[in-house]
C-alpha cells in the first residue's frame, strides 16, 4: 500500500478563497481523521471519521470548516472562505480496529494570503 | 479532556543516549505512542506501548511507562544526527474511538 495521499502537498490561496484539501486512506482502514499543525497550537484534530461517519468534529474551529468522507477511499477538508490565520499543515491519518496506530499522510501546507 | 505535556527542547551529543518524557491526564489511556516527525515530513510512528506494560524494548528505543505517574518515555540509545526531529507521544484512550491526543512535540537536537 501507498500510504495514506494527501493532495496538494502545498496551496497557497488569497483570503476568501475556497480551499479543498484532499486524503486517500490506507485501503481497509475504518477510521479517518484530520488534524492540523501550527507552532503555536501543535497538532490539533480536527474531525474523524468511522466507517465514513462524521464522529467527533468538535475540534472544527468554525462554521468554515467543513469534512466530508462521501466513501471508504476519499476524504475532503473544506474550508469556505479561508482567513490568513488558517495557515498550517493539515494532516490526515487513519487507522483500523485491528491496528490501533495511525498511520499519517505527507500532510499539505497552507498558506492563506 | 485529556492532556499530554512534554518539554520542547532536549540536546544531547552524538552517541550519548536521549531521554523524552511525557505526562499524560487520561486515566483510560489504552495505548501510548511515540512519533517522529522530520523537517517537511509526515508524523512516522515509532513505536507504542500497550498501558498494561512497563516497559518495551526495540533496538535502540526503551519505553517506559508509569501508568500511577501518568508518565511516559522514550530512549534512543546511541543517539545519531539521523535522530534530529520532533518527537510526538500520543495517547489513546477507550471511548475516543481511535483519536489520539498529541502532546506539543519535543524537538530533539543531536549535536557531534
Known amino acids: 500500500d501507498a500510504g495514506v495521499i494527501q493532495s496538494p502537498r502545498h496551496e497557497v490561496t488569497e483570503m476568501g478563497q475556497e480551499v479543498t484539501l484532499r486524503c486517500k486512506p490506507i485501503s481497509g482502514h475504518d477510521y479517518l481523521f484530520w488534524y492540523r499543525q501550527t507552532m503555536m497550537r501543535g497538532l490539533e484534530l480536527l474531525i474523524y471519521f468511522n466507517n465514513n461517519v462524521p464522529i467527533d468534529d468538535s475540534g472544527m474551529p468554525e462554521d468554515r470548516f467543513s469534512a466530508k468522507m462521501p466513501n471508504a477511499s476519499f476524504s475532503t477538508l473544506k474550508i469556505q472562505p479561508s482567513e490568513p490565520r488558517d495557515s498550517a499543515v493539515y494532516f490526515c491519518?487513519?487507522?483500523?480496529?485491528?491496528?490501533?496506530?495511525?498511520?499519517f499522510g505527507q500532510g499539505t501546507r497552507l498558506t492563506v494570503v | 479532556g485529556e492532556d499530554v505535556e512534554q518539554s520542547l527542547f532536549l540536546s544531547v551529543r552524538e552517541g550519548d543516549s536521549s531521554v523524552i518524557n511525557c505526562t499524560y491526564t487520561d486515566s483510560s489511556s489504552t495505548y501510548l505512542y511515540w512519533y517522529k516527525q522530520e523537517p517537511g515530513a509526515g508524523l512516522q510512528l515509532l513505536t507504542y506501548i500497550f498501558s498494561n506494560m512497563d516497559m518495551k524494548q526495540d533496538q535502540r528505543l526503551t519505553v517506559l511507562l508509569n501508568k500511577k505517574d501518568k508518565h511516559l518515555s522514550l530512549r534512543i540509545a546511541d543517539t545519531q544526527t539521523g535522530d534530529s526531529a520532533i518527537y510526538f507521544c500520543a495517547d489513546q484512550s477507550t471511548g475516543g474511538g481511535n483519536k489520539l491526543t498529541f502532546g506539543t512535540g519535543t524537538q530533539l537536537k543531536v549535536e557531534l
Open positions: 491519518a487513519s487507522s483500523s480496529i485491528t491496528r490501533f496506530e495511525a498511520f
